[in-house]
């Protein structure tokens, strides 16, 4: 395995024990769980912001490293062999200094519990300046490896349309802010409609998050929206990963 790179062996440890919550993201055409994300929580169950506040520059990379391995893990022990769900997980870009080498320690406990490569999303969140070139290098890199790839939080971070034009990632999740009130906002419909356009002509698989009503679920579902996530069709689930009830094209249970 090796011992990674100079900028891996820097880091300080994470001493904070935590677990994970994880959130469906649904396929509306088949009533199916696309993928689970792995969202972090305190050991009992405590939101994200515990445990966010205590990552700094020095522990980011271990923090880094623990969640992977931590949602793999879990995701695992959770997921019945039949169940073909995805693993999606949230990285720091900041926290890769070689990504070849930072991602060792994914791979064998990949390995070690025997999730697919290709199970596995890896999504990054423009929520701090990046240099372009280094996210590039990653997303190319863990492309290469087999890896899915996602940008979070699209509309909202840095880089936006500028890293969109130099990678085309797997998956472009829409920021929440464009998703909220979408029913009755005709600006947000428009700007939403059309990026939808746009990523299907870059090939790019669009997935719109932080849905919370059945009204705003049934617009998504008039754009020709497949994946979607949120607390309307459900929760995070603290390491537990649950099913939502089927909907049908008017956003209701069924």
């Known amino acids: 395995m090796g011992t990674g790179c100079e900028g891996c062996r820097r880091g300080e440890p994470f001493d904070l024990p935590f677990s994970m919550a994880f959130q469906p993201i649904v396929n509306l055409r088949d009533n199916t769980v696309f993928a689970h994300e792995a969202l972090v929580r305190g050991v009992n169950g405590e939101g994200a912001g515990a445990v966010l506040e205590r990552v700094d520059p020095l522990n980011r990379y271990a923090f880094d490293q623990q969640c992977r391995v931590k949602?793999?893990?879990?995701?695992?022990?959770l997921l019945t062999p039949e169940d073909e769900a995805k693993l999606s997980i949230n990285f720091m870009p900041n926290a890769v200094y070689e990504p070849r080498a930072c991602i060792r320690?994914?791979?064998?406990?990949?390995?070690?519990v025997g999730l697919p490569l290709d199970r596995i999303i890896f999504e990054f969140t423009e929520n701090e300046q990046l240099d372009t070139r280094h996210v590039l290098r990653i997303l190319e890199t863990y492309r290469e490896i087999g890896f899915k790839t996602a940008i979070d939080d699209f509309g909202a971070g840095h880089a936006g349309l500028g890293l969109l034009a130099k990678f085309q990632p797997d998956l472009v999740k829409l920021d929440m802010d464009l998703i909220r009130h979408i029913d009755v906002d005709p600006v947000k419909r428009t700007i939403v409609k059309h990026t939808l356009r746009m990523l299907d002509e870059l090939g790019v698989t669009p997935l719109c998050e932080g849905v919370e009503t059945a009204?705003?679920?049934?617009?998504?579902?008039?754009?020709?929206?497949?994946?979607?996530?949120?607390?309307?069709l459900a929760k995070p689930s603290f390491e537990a990963m649950t099913r939502p009830q089927p909907y049908h094209r008017t956003g209701q249970a069924a």
């Open 105 to 112: 320690l994914t791979l064998a406990t990949a390995e070690r």
């Open 215 to 232: 009204q705003e679920l049934a617009v998504l579902e008039d754009l020709g929206v497949v994946l979607v996530q949120g607390y309307h």
């Open 71 to 77: 949602a793999i893990e879990l995701a695992a022990a």
